[in-house]
C-alpha cells in the first residue's frame, strides 16, 4: 500500500518513521515533507492545504492511505477531498475539525452534552466584550480567540487590565485576523494540565500513551507560548483511574456529541485538560496528533500503526488487537532557531547530524529543515526533535540530551528542562498517597469495547 502523509513538521516525520516499519507499506510520500521525511520517504512539493492538487496527486498514485498531520490542512478540507477521490483518510472531515478550528463550536457541543469545561460566554461584539469584563467582581478570566491562531489566541489573565487589552488585540487590533471575530471569555481553571490522546473511528476509542508538552518558550515554564518545546510518555499525572475517568466523562460524550451533530470525528482526538480539584476539564480539543507529543508517542508504540490507522480510517477500529507499548518511557527535546517563537532566520546548515544518529535509543525527528545543496539547512522555528528512549524518564532526558549535544548551527537552542515536571508531578502524587503510573510497568489494555456504550448513549436519545 501506499501512502501519503500531509504535513511537514516533526509529527510528520515521526509518522513517516514509523509508518515505513510496516510490513503493509510499499512506499511513502509526504507533502510537502522537510529533509527528515525525505530519508524515510518522497517528498511532493504541494501544499499542505492545497486540497485540489494533493486530491489529484493521490487519486494518480493509487495512495492507499492518507494521514493528515496539521490542522490547517484539516480545516481546509483536505480530508473530505482525498476521500471524494476513494481515498481511505485517517483525519476527521472539515466540518468534525470545528472541534479544534472553532473555539466556539467545541464549547457550545461541551455545554449541550453537559462535557467538563470551563464556564464561558461568547462575545461577537467589542463593546459588549470590555463591558462584561468592566462590570465583573471575578476576573481571573482567560480570553480566547475562536479560530486558528497557531497556539497563540489564549490569553491567561491575571487582572481586569490584561483582560481587556486581550480582548481590544484579539478584537480591535485583529492581531489573529478573522480569527478574532468571535471571543471567549471563560472562567480561569486551577491545577495540573495533562493531555490524552485517542484514535477514534467514529464509534470506537482507543486511548494512546499519555504524553505531556511543554508549551512556555523558557525554562521553568516561563516565557511566551510556543507550539511546544519537548514532550514526555508517559504523564505520571495520568493514573490508571484518571484515565478512566477522562474516557468515560469526556471522551465517550465527545465521540458521542460529534456522531450526533452529523459529525462524525474519525482520526486522532486529543483533549487538553486542566486536572481540577473538581476532576478532569476539557480546556481545548485538538483533532490531531500533537507536536511534539507525537515524537515520544510514537517513539513507544510497537504496533503497526499503518495497520491501526487503516482500519480508523475504514471505522474498523473495532477489529484491532490492543495497541503494544514500549514501557520505556520517551523524552523529546525541540531544538529551536534563534528568536523562535518571534522572528527568525532560515537557511543555516545544521552539524552534527550523523554523529547524533549513532547514539542507542535516540531519534532525531526533522521539523523546520530542509536539504539545500545536499547540507541540511534550517527551514523553521522549531527545527528538530531530538527524541529517546529510556529505563526511567530521566534517563530518557539524559540521552536526548546527549543528542541535543552532538548537534549545533548559529543560534540553535533548547530548553534544559524538558521532562523535570514529570518527576515533579510523580513526588507529588506519591506525597499525596496516590500512585503514579508506574512507567516501567506494562500499560493495561486499552478498552476496545467501548463502541457499545457509544451505541447504548444512541439508543437512550
Ligand atoms: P488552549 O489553546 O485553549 O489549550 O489554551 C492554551 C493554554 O492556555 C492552555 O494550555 C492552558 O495553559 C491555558 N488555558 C486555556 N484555558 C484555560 C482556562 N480556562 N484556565 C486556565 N488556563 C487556561
Ligand atoms: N503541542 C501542542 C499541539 O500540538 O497543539
Not at 135 to 158: N, S
Not at 175 to 194: H, P, T, Y
Not at 403 to 410: A, P, Q, S
Request: hydrophobic letters at 40%; charged letters at 25%; proline letters at 5%.
Amino acid at each position: 500500500m501506499k501512502v501519503l502523509v500531509v504535513g511537514q513538521g516533526g509529527r510528520e516525520h515521526a509518522l513517516c518513521w514509523k509508518l515505513k516499519q510496516s510490513p503493509l507499506v510499499s512506499q511513502i510520500f509526504c507533502a510537502p515533507g522537510n529533509a527528515g521525511t525525505a530519508m524515510e520517504g518522497t517528498n511532493v512539493d504541494i501544499k499542505a492545504t492545497d486540497t485540489v492538487r494533493l486530491a489529484k496527486f493521490a487519486q494518480t498514485e493509487k495512495i492507499g492511505l492518507a494521514i493528515i498531520g496539521p490542522e490547517a490542512a484539516l480545516v481546509a478540507g483536505v480530508t473530505d477531498a482525498l476521500e471524494a477521490v476513494g481515498v481511505p483518510v485517517f483525519g476527521p472531515s472539515k466540518a468534525a475539525s470545528e472541534l479544534e478550528g472553532s473555539k466556539v463550536f467545541m464549547k457550545e457541543l461541551m455545554r449541550q452534552h453537559a462535557i467538563p469545561s470551563a464556564d464561558f460566554t461568547v462575545f461577537e461584539n467589542f463593546e459588549a466584550a470590555m463591558a462584561y469584563v468592566e462590570d465583573r467582581e471575578q476576573v481571573r478570566l482567560v480570553v480566547k480567540a475562536d479560530g486558528l491562531c497557531a497556539g497563540k489566541g489564549v490569553v491567561v489573565c491575571d487582572n481586569k487590565d490584561q483582560a481587556l487589552e486581550a480582548i481590544r488585540r484579539i478584537m480591535r487590533l485583529r492581531e489573529f485576523g478573522d480569527a478574532g471575530k468571535r471571543v471567549i471569555i471563560e472562567e480561569r481553571l486551577d491545577g495540573q494540565e495533562a493531555s490524552i490522546l485517542a484514535f477514534v473511528d467514529g464509534n470506537t476509542i482507543i486511548p494512546l500513551e499519555t504524553a505531556q508538552d511543554h508549551k512556555a518558550a523558557r525554562d521553568g515554564d516561563r516565557g511566551p507560548n510556543t507550539g511546544g518545546m519537548g514532550a514526555y510518555s508517559p504523564a505520571p499525572l495520568i493514573t490508571r483511574e484518571l484515565l478512566d475517568q477522562i474516557v468515560a466523562q469526556i471522551l465517550i460524550p465527545t465521540v458521542h456529541a460529534m456522531k450526533r451533530s452529523k459529525r462524525p470525528f474519525r482520526g486522532v482526538l486529543y483533549a487538553g485538560l486542566m486536572i481540577t480539584t473538581q476532576g478532569p476539564k476539557v480546556l481545548e480539543f485538538n483533532a490531531r496528533f500533537g507536536d511534539p507529543e507525537a515524537q515520544p508517542i510514537l517513539m513507544r508504540l510497537k504496533s503497526d500503526l499503518a495497520a491501526v490507522l487503516l482500519a480508523a480510517a475504514t471505522g474498523k477500529l473495532e477489529s484491532v488487537d490492543d495497541l503494544e507499548w514500549d514501557p520505556r518511557p520517551a523524552v523529546c527535546v525541540v531544538m529551536a532557531a534563534e528568536g523562535y517563537p518571534g522572528e527568525y532566520p532560515k537557511g543555516h546548515e545544521i552539524r552534527g547530524l550523523e554523529e547524533a544518529a549513532k547514539l542507542p535509543d535516540v531519534k532525531v525527528f526533522h521539523a523546520g529543515t530542509e536539504t539545500r545543496a545536499g547540507k541540511t539547512v534550517t527551514n523553521g522555528g522549531r527545527v528538530l526533535g531530538v527524541t529517546a528512549l529510556g529505563d526511567s524518564i530521566a534517563n530518557a532526558k539524559y540521552k536526548a540530551y546527549q543528542g541535543v549535544k552532538c548537534i549545533r548551527w548559529e543560534g540553535s537552542w533548547c530548553r534544559k528542562d524538558i521532562s523535570d515536571k514529570a518527576r515533579e508531578e510523580a513526588v507529588k502524587l506519591q506525597q499525596t498517597g496516590q500512585k503514579p503510573q508506574d512507567p516501567n510497568a506494562e500499560p493495561a489494555p486499552p478498552d476496545v469495547s467501548l463502541k457499545e456504550r457509544i451505541d447504548r448513549l444512541d439508543d437512550r436519545k
